[in-house]
């Protein structure tokens, strides 16, 4: 390694999907010198008419995120859909639940948004810095945070400095593993299949969800009057759906959905995978810290996963630049474990009240069932208790970082 290429920097982000791209943002914008290492670069193009496979419901402070980094003009113009109410209903009983924006004095509940059109934008704008260094493509090798600075060496050869390198690739990540930290968590033996199709009527801008025994059906509405959806059922029926042809597809489709669009006039390529919770044991080592999924992972039923790995960035942006302003050492465990201790417990939280949903809604139990529609009838019932939890969750409540807020 000695005789390898040299690069110093502050920070060393590994990983620029949604989440590290954000975070790369976020410190070049409090004035850090940021390095990236990628594999290989976000799609930079496609069809007008296509839809990503992959979507999320970016909240409020989500959104605020993405504004204040400059992302969200950009995103604007490829494409994002804001929905102003959300439907949720049992299918096993007469449970149900509707979120209005109106109600609340808003304007949208938040926005579906391809996850390409989130990265790209992201890209691009990480790519207006100065002050950051792109390595792509390319990816770490060998991680040494023993002694000294932690360092890296990448496939290329180069050897990268930092007083802070950061994990942010993702559910499976290579430098988790390097650090030696542990993860836990368990398959929900359930498989999504997530798709565009285009239902017989207009979705109203609402997000609908109906939880079956099976898991959850999730219609997430589109500007261009398709829906994305995410279907989560037993791997076998998964593997039975994707089988089918078209046809075959969307009336079975249209019946698990109760016909609530109409019938299904057309589905796009569909794709499918693997649910599980994950938790890593421990966000932080000297010098080292996880962010999005690679610290992380959660079913996607209330579509929380990006949303929490954003304030993990934003978190992180605001006690690093703390740090700095107080001429503390930026890779010091007392440093770091600030971060872990804002952001493990609120996570750890929501994998576990998600954990919740799912095993409450995906059974057909009869004495869970009496409880689960009672429950929803009557929070429906109490519009006080519904306006705090969608408040709480669009991010617009709570104590939130510096770049989740909103900036004149």
């Given at each position: 390694?000695?005789?390898?290429p040299?690069?110093?920097?502050?920070?060393?982000?590994?990983?620029?999907?949604?989440?590290g791209?954000?975070l790369?943002?976020g410190l070049?914008e409090?004035g850090?010198?940021v390095?990236?290492?990628?594999?290989?670069e976000?799609?930079?193009?496609?069809?007008?008419?296509?839809?990503?496979?992959?979507?999320?419901a970016?909240?409020r402070?989500?959104?605020r995120?993405?504004?204040?980094?400059?992302?969200?003009?950009?995103?604007?113009k490829?494409?994002v859909?804001?929905y102003t109410?959300?439907?949720?209903?049992?299918?096993?009983?007469?449970?149900?639940?509707?979120?209005?924006?109106?109600?609340?004095?808003?304007?949208?509940?938040?926005?579906?948004v391809?996850n390409?059109v989130?990265?790209?934008a992201?890209?691009?704008?990480?790519?207006?810095?100065?002050?950051?260094q792109?390595?792509c493509?390319?990816?770490?090798?060998?991680?040494?945070i023993d002694?000294?600075?932690?360092?890296?060496?990448l496939?290329?050869?180069i050897?990268?400095?930092?007083d802070?390198?950061?994990?942010a690739?993702g559910a499976?990540?290579?430098?988790?593993?390097m650090?030696?930290?542990?993860?836990?968590?368990w398959s929900?033996?359930?498989?999504?299949i997530?798709?565009?199709?285009?239902?017989?009527?207009h979705?109203?801008?609402?997000?609908?969800q109906?939880?079956?025994?099976?898991g959850?059906?999730?219609?997430?509405?589109?500007?261009?009057?398709s829906?994305?959806?995410?279907?989560?059922?037993?791997?076998?029926?998964?593997?039975?759906?994707?089988?089918?042809n078209?046809?075959e597809f969307?009336?079975?489709?249209g019946v698990a959905?109760?016909?609530v669009?109409?019938?299904?006039k057309?589905?796009?390529?569909?794709g499918?995978f693997?649910?599980?919770?994950?938790?890593?044991?421990?966000y932080?080592?000297?010098?080292?810290?996880?962010?999005?999924d690679?610290?992380?992972?959660i079913?996607?039923?209330?579509?929380?996963?990006?949303?929490?790995?954003?304030?993990d960035a934003a978190?992180?942006?605001?006690?690093l630049?703390?740090?700095?302003?107080k001429?503390?050492?930026?890779g010091?465990i007392?440093?770091?474990?600030?971060y872990e201790?804002?952001r493990?417990g609120?996570?750890l939280a929501?994998?576990?009240?998600?954990?919740l949903?799912k095993?409450l809604?995906s059974?057909?139990?009869?004495p869970?069932?009496?409880?689960?529609?009672?429950?929803l009838?009557?929070v429906?019932?109490?519009?006080p208790l519904?306006?705090?939890?969608?408040?709480?969750?669009?991010?617009?409540?709570?104590?939130l970082?510096?770049?989740?807020?909103?900036?004149?």
């Amino acid at each position: 390694m000695s005789s390898a290429p040299v690069s110093d920097a502050d920070i060393l982000v590994v990983g620029s999907g949604m989440v590290g791209a954000a975070l790369v943002c976020g410190l070049a914008e409090c004035g850090f010198r940021v390095a990236v290492v990628e594999r290989r670069e976000p799609q930079l193009g496609w069809p007008e008419d296509s839809v990503d496979l992959r979507v999320s419901a970016l909240s409020r402070a989500s959104r605020r995120i993405l504004e204040n980094l400059g992302a969200w003009e950009r995103m604007a113009k490829l494409r994002v859909s804001p929905y102003t109410g959300m439907e949720v209903w049992d299918a096993v009983g007469s449970g149900r639940i509707h979120f209005d924006a109106g109600e609340l004095g808003e304007p949208d509940l938040g926005h579906i948004v391809e996850n390409r059109v989130t990265q790209l934008a992201l890209w691009e704008r990480l790519g207006e810095y100065s002050t950051v260094q792109k390595f792509c493509p390319d990816h770490v090798v060998r991680l040494t945070i023993d002694e000294g600075r932690p360092s890296v060496e990448l496939a290329s050869g180069i050897r990268l400095n930092a007083d802070v390198i950061v994990a942010a690739e993702g559910a499976n990540s290579p430098l988790r593993e390097m650090a030696g930290i542990t993860s836990h968590g368990w398959s929900y033996d359930q498989h999504a299949i997530t798709a565009t199709v285009w239902p017989q009527l207009h979705h109203g801008h609402i997000a609908r969800q109906r939880f079956m025994p099976t898991g959850p059906l999730a219609f997430l509405p589109i500007d261009n009057g398709s829906c994305s959806i995410v279907w989560s059922t037993s791997p076998t029926e998964a593997n039975r759906l994707m089988a089918l042809n078209e046809q075959e597809f969307c009336k079975e489709l249209g019946v698990a959905s109760e016909f609530v669009l109409g019938r299904i006039k057309r589905v796009g390529p569909r794709g499918e995978f693997p649910l599980a919770l994950r938790y890593a044991d421990r966000y932080v080592l000297p010098g080292l810290a996880l962010v999005g999924d690679a610290a992380h992972g959660i079913h996607p039923l209330a579509g929380q996963g990006v949303n929490m790995g954003l304030l993990d960035a934003a978190d992180l942006c605001d006690i690093l630049s703390r740090a700095k302003n107080k001429g503390r050492p930026l890779g010091d465990i007392a440093t770091l474990r600030q971060y872990e201790r804002a952001r493990k417990g609120e996570n750890l939280a929501v994998l576990g009240l998600m954990d919740l949903f799912k095993r409450l809604f995906s059974n057909d139990n009869l004495p869970l069932t009496l409880v689960r529609n009672g429950g929803l009838n009557l929070v429906n019932a109490i519009g006080p208790l519904k306006g705090i939890l969608a408040r709480r969750a669009m991010g617009v409540t709570g104590d939130l970082p510096s770049l989740a807020k909103y900036r004149p």
